[in-house]
């Protein structure tokens, strides 16, 4: 709370109102009125070998109603060809834009996602599965057509007043995309100078041969000393500790910095992956902040507040619901 609204009791603090955000533009090409881009490029976006495929992918999308028309943080849908084995043609597929809201070509025309091909065993028949979307998505080739709808979301997008909040960015997977784009509008507009607010990034994958983007962060890194980029590898050690990491063991890492920067006024929270990591991130922001500060980000019911290590996740928007300043795109 600002000195200023502290004293005015018509003033509410930012964790029941939130930053302002701008207007997304929502639903111009619906599933049965979709557009049609063409695909630019398609590029791994993992440096070492994985054992994963994860695709950075480039769609023009001039000859579309999307063109100039999307904000980082924001998906648009992709509808595959062909029908399911009902017989009915798919459904349409949601992507978080991995784009700066000027795209990647600099002028609004070219969107693009991060995709990893989804390829699994059916638990029980053990036959083949794959995703239909992310396998035809991932085998398009430059100059291919893809029928696109939205976009869709309009509230996990950064603030108007950029320069107002300090950013906490927090990544499982393939749901770095939209913290891609949302570090290049930061970092890299296409006028004016970069923001220059504390930006840390956490970014959560098994391996470090999994990292997506790993050397366009870096660079970032060493390029803007008001960029923190943190990564968490779950299933091997790294450089500063032999611990297998979730992202939210990040926030007990540098529990000092976290906290300092999370006790600040300015602190917006965005969380973008796996469904499991809310609630790690909720129960370590319990954990490490201050009364005072943790209020900033989670209303959390007296009958709960003490037994941090027995919350579930359905305890979530019942006793635990997180403020305005919390912004979380999550998937089972
Ligand atoms: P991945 O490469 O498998 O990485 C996920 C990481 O999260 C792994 O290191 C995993 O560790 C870890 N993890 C598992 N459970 C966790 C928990 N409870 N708390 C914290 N970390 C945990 O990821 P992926 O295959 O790309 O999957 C990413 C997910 O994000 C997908 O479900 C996708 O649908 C979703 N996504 C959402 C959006 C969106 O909402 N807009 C956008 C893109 C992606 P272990 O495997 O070692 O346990």
């Not at 979307?133 to 979301?153: E, H, W």
């Not at 770095?176 to 840390?200: E, K, V, Y």
């Not at 803007?224 to 297998?244: E, V």
């Not at 209020?295 to 619901?321: C, F, G, H, M």
Request: proline share 8%; charged share 20%; hydrophobic share 35%.
């Amino acid at each position: 709370m600002t000195p200023e609204s502290a004293s005015d009791p018509a003033v509410k603090p930012l964790a029941l109102t939130g930053p302002a955000l701008p207007e997304a533009r929502m639903h111009l090409h619906t599933p049965a009125d979709a557009g049609t881009g063409v695909v630019v490029s398609s590029e791994s976006c993992l440096r070492g070998k994985s054992a994963s495929f994860v695709r950075h992918v480039v769609i023009d999308v001039s000859q579309t109603r999307l063109a100039g028309n999307f904000l980082a943080g924001q998906s648009f849908g992709v509808l595959a060809p062909g029908t399911d084995d009902k017989g009915r043609p798919h459904q349409v597929r949601l992507y978080s834009i991995a784009s700066p809201s000027f795209g990647d070509d600099g002028r609004g025309q070219h969107v693009s996602t991060t995709v990893k091909r989804t390829i699994d065993e059916h638990w029980e028949t053990h036959k083949l599965f794959l995703g239909v979307a992310s396998n035809y998505l991932c085998d398009l080739q430059p100059g291919d057509p893809v029928r696109v709808t939205g976009p869709s979301g309009k509230r996990f997008v950064l603030p108007v007043d950029r320069s107002a909040h300090d950013y906490l960015f927090i990544a499982t997977g393939t749901g770095i995309a939209p913290f891609r784009g949302m570090l290049l509008d930061l970092l890299r507009p296409p006028s004016g100078p970069p923001c220059t607010s504390r930006i840390t990034l956490v970014m959560g994958v098994p391996y470090e041969t999994d990292l997506i983007y790993d050397g366009l962060f870096q660079e970032l890194a060493g390029q803007h000393p008001n960029f923190r980029y943190l990564t968490a590898l779950s299933r091997q050690g790294q450089d500063d500790t032999p611990r297998k990491l979730y992202v939210q063991q990040r926030l007990e890492t540098h529990r000092d910095e976290m906290v300092e920067m999370l006790s600040s006024p300015r602190t917006l929270v965005y969380i973008c992956g796996l469904a499991g990591m809310e609630l790690g991130i909720f129960r370590e922001l319990a954990r490490i902040l201050p009364p005072g500060a943790v209020e900033q980000y989670l209303t959390i019911a007296p009958e709960v507040r003490e037994d941090i290590d027995s919350w579930t996740r359905t305890l979530i928007n019942r006793q635990i619901k997180a403020s305005r300043r919390v912004f979380t795109e999550v998937y089972s």
